[in-house]
């Protein structure tokens, strides 16, 4: 039986262009929601957005520069105008970096932290009184395994995706007297553009293939392979449906057992 759990629902997407993110506004499209899609690639975004209006629902394909505080204010306020509430956040926009430690330069660091985690709250802090108003949503967190674990190497990555986590906690004990929530999924290794663009450049450094690259990396969970991104989008609309009303300031592992082990 189809899903329909989100009819009537507004759903706004952040990273909506490829990924977790495209996935995520292609679920809650299915399952009825109008989807805001939000990203700062233009022509990804409106074929996300075109999706999902083959669908049946209504959406808009919004740009939006999440480290840019009026730009995520402008994006929401848009979502507002056309349908006059939100009910589903997912914050997906993200990048990966990685060098040493002692190679890391500030300019490098600064623009993963202010995308990645100053991202993530500009757009939790815009939808959070509007969740407050209506005294129910959902703001769901896409944090990584990245953020309970670490490797070499990627100190900025893990450092913003650590903050996401608390950031999470934080504004799931704000929200919970208005009857919304906020959950954190920490995906593991996934099948996406961003995925495949670091095994471009880290694989030759190791001696491998990016396929090869990709494999090892699927080997290191107990399930051995990668996540697809419909995988992640099924958590984040569980975590945004009727089931899950009682589950707030988690931190999901979505990764194949690879914390865990």
Request: hydrophobic share 45%; charged share 20%; aromatic share 6%.
């Amino acid at each position: 039986m189809e899903l329909k759990r989100f009819v009537g629902q507004v759903a706004v997407i952040t990273g909506a262009g490829s990924g977790i993110g495209k996935a995520c506004a292609l679920r809650f499209a299915q399952e009825g929601a109008n989807v805001a899609c939000l990203d700062v690639g233009d022509a990804a975004n409106e074929i996300t957005a075109a999706e999902c209006r083959d669908l049946g629902v209504e959406t808009l394909a919004l740009y939006c520069n999440v480290a840019d505080a009026d730009s995520v204010k402008a994006a929401v306020a848009a979502a507002m105008a056309k349908w006059g509430r939100v009910d589903v956040l997912v914050a997906a926009a993200g990048i990966y970096s990685g060098s040493p430690l002692v190679e890391v330069p500030l300019k490098q660091w600064q623009r993963l932290i202010d995308i990645n985690l100053t991202g993530v709250f500009l757009c939790n802090q815009v939808v959070a009184p509007i969740m407050m108003a209506q005294k129910s949503g959902s703001i769901i967190n896409i944090s990584s395994m990245a953020g309970k674990t670490s490797w070499p190497a990627s100190a900025e990555y893990s450092a913003s995706k650590s903050g996401v986590i608390g950031l999470t906690r934080s504004v799931a004990m704000e929200l919970a007297p208005y009857g919304a929530t906020a959950n954190a999924i920490c995906p593991g290794n996934t099948r996406t553009e961003m995925v495949k663009n670091v095994a471009s450049q880290v694989a030759p450094r190791d001696g491998l293939t990016t396929e090869e690259w990709l494999q090892l990396r699927a080997n290191d969970c107990p399930m051995k392979r990668m996540a697809e991104p419909w995988e992640i989008a099924g958590v984040a609309a569980f975590l945004a449906s009727p089931d899950s009303r009682y589950l707030t300031g988690q931190a999901l592992e979505v990764d194949g057992g690879m914390v865990m082990s």
